[in-house]
């Protein structure tokens, strides 16, 4: 009954547990067991071996041989784990006449994703840098067109890209496709630093110009020491979506600049000789390597970089 | 006197001169790019354009050709289907799973981290894998005949009528995880006290989720909905990398449709005719959809 009382009355609780250690705070705890949770628990946990399941069966099969394959069903482990799917993958699986494996477009991917990312980068959050302190007539105008553009299909501003591109000597490069990158990296990551900018206190900008520092000064010592978190988030937006992006490299680059994406789509959907599974998730898996690192290290940043992109678009 | 006028008011080009540099990128890309190339593809759809754009006007010749296309029309059909069930089934999963994340559960970060690990995937890369989990001669139809059900059949990949279903599972396990998040957040943005009003009168939870929380969070809805919308429209890697638009012809999709026309069959006009198609896809969605965030701003 005594029990009942306190439960019930939480002032009386909390009044009785000043001392730090004294019993439960909150609410009151549910049994573990209870027919609810084990509803939640199951359904939560049904859905996640659903998601789990794909990564499970490219791994297992990348580690099989090809007569294991052919025998077995693809969900049981490997008997006998081989990693030479990896090392062909890697270093040997063909695509048309070139055999050197998936590394040429590893190092394509790497060699287009740095630069994409920083310019990308350097050129939007200076964007909204000025968007969000230095406003000039027209700036939202401007900005506008560029939020407007984002919805537009890719397909539909392609062609005129190439003929620029074209013009200018690019087309087919990787430096044609680090622009490219850039231009389409630009409203979303704008929007991103603009709204980022608009956040931080304006008195701040203002003692800075009453002290006569100007644009440049202002961003390099003010602005940017005190948006790293910003950077970061950015940053693992531009990693994974440059890295994952197919359309583009295939569209701007000749095939011995083509990224990883394109190449592996060329191994596995390729129609010549025999298929080899293994080898085919082998190459998956080193594709999709990269952006699940940068989401499993950055955690809760790729969660605020989605969410601040796609919520506030 | 002529001083203080310079003061006071500054020659207007000048004013800002280097924010008005660093911008130029942002210039040149929205007024050349977005909207000059916006303009120029829907311009020369208007022309009969075959390896190089040529201006010589055949009217509304290439529209014609399209909506004659049996390629288009299936293409036309399976975005229909497609973007249908994947509007549907993302949300009501997305909000399920988001429904299921806020009752206070353990392991919240882990469970998440599984949802949304695939959207840090590429399309490529899913539609590889799930290539391979539907193939019919290894993947679950072979495990569940091997069970005993010899004449279980599940092979979407390769059946013209259903592959397009194929498809939208690949695509549901990619996106849901991110409808999920953008739902839990919406979800942690209702007043604690609305829980417990609707507790104190008694109403059941699932009622209370339908009338109460889902009225509410009418704005993420919306927002996710356009997002997976403007991304449905846009859905190509996907469907080259699971079915290379095969069987035939059976899921094509208007992307994969211009891309072809412009690079590969060297027929400029019909890529720009059904690039525009596309567009004006996207204007029906975002339009009203910037009407309402306009308007309620204004409001507000």
């Known amino acids: 009954m005594a029990e009942v009382v306190t439960l019930n009355n939480p002032s009386a609780k909390v009044s009785s547990a000043t001392k730090p250690v004294a019993g439960p705070r909150g609410k009151k705890p549910r049994p573990l067991l209870s027919p609810r949770n084990i509803m939640i628990y199951g359904a939560l946990l049904f859905a996640a071996a659903y998601y789990l399941l794909p990564l499970y069966v490219m791994v297992v099969t990348s580690l099989k041989g090809m007569p294991e394959i052919r025998l077995g069903n693809i969900f049981s482990p490997p008997l006998e784990i081989t990693f030479e799917p990896w090392v062909k993958a890697w270093a040997t699986a063909c695509t048309g006449l070139n055999c050197d494996g998936l590394s040429r477009g590893f190092w394509n991917s790497v060699r287009i994703t740095i630069p994409s990312t920083v310019i990308s980068i350097a050129i939007a959050s200076i964007n909204g840098y000025a968007l969000a302190n230095w406003r000039f007539k027209g700036a939202d105008l401007f900005f506008t067109i560029l939020i407007v553009g984002a919805f537009i299909p890719y397909q539909v501003m392609i062609y005129p890209i190439v003929i620029v591109l074209r013009e200018m000597g690019l087309y087919g490069s990787l430096t044609g496709l680090i622009i490219v990158h850039t231009i389409f990296g630009m409203p979303i990551l704008t929007l991103l630093f603009r709204n980022y900018f608009t956040a931080l206190p304006e008195e701040l900008f203002k003692a800075a110009r009453v002290d006569g520092a100007g644009f440049w000064t202002i961003y390099f010592k003010i602005m940017l020491p005190m948006s790293l978190p910003i950077f970061v988030v950015a940053m693992i937006l531009q990693v994974t979506g440059i890295w994952n992006d197919f359309l583009f490299g295939v569209v701007f680059t000749r095939p011995e600049y083509y990224p990883m994406t394109v190449q592996l789509n060329n191994i596995v959907n390729s129609v010549q000789g025999v298929k080899e599974y293994n080898v085919n998730m082998a190459a998956t898996i080193l594709t999709g390597a990269v952006p699940l690192i940068v989401y499993f290290v950055s955690g809760r940043l790729f969660v605020r970089g989605i969410a601040a992109g796609a919520v506030k678009g | ?300």
């Open chain 2, 1 to 300: 006197m002529t001083g203080q006028a310079n003061a006071g008011r500054p020659n207007q080009l000048l004013r800002n001169l280097h924010a008005k540099i660093a911008s130029i990128p942002m210039i040149l890309t929205a007024v050349v790019i977005f909207l000059g190339g916006t303009l120029w593809t829907v311009f020369y759809s208007f022309t009969n354009s075959k390896l190089l754009p040529r201006l010589s006007f055949v009217g509304l010749d290439q529209y014609e050709r399209l909506w004659a296309a049996p390629r288009w029309l299936v293409s036309i059909q399976n975005l229909a289907i497609y973007g249908v069930f994947s509007l549907i089934f993302s949300l009501v999963i997305g909000f399920l799973l988001a429904a299921l994340m806020d009752q206070k559960i353990r392991f919240e970060n882990t469970f998440r981290t599984i949802f949304l690990y695939p959207f840090a995937l590429s399309f490529i890369v899913t539609g590889l894998v799930w290539q391979w989990i539907l193939n019919p001669e290894f993947g679950i139809q072979s495990v569940v005949r091997s069970l005993g059900w010899s004449t279980f059949t599940f092979d979407p990949l390769y059946n013209p009528n259903i592959v397009i279903y194929g498809i939208l599972i690949a695509a549901l396990w990619q996106g849901t995880g991110l409808v999920m998040c953008l739902m839990l957040a919406g979800l942690r943005g209702i007043d604690e006290d609305i829980w417990k009003a609707a507790r104190v009168d008694g109403i059941p939870m699932w009622k209370t989720y339908l009338f109460i929380i889902i009225p509410m969070m009418r704005a993420v809805f919306i927002t996710t909905l356009v997002i997976i919308a403007s991304g449905i429209v846009r859905v190509y890697d996907l469907v080259v990398a699971q079915t290379s638009g095969g069987p035939g012809i059976s899921s094509e999709v208007p992307a994969k449709y211009v891309y072809d026309y412009m690079f590969q069959a060297q027929n400029l006009g019909q890529g720009f005719a059904a690039s525009t198609m596309m567009l004006i896809t996207v204007a029906i969605i975002i339009v009203p959809w910037a009407y309402l965030e306009f308007g309620g701003r204004k409001r507000g």
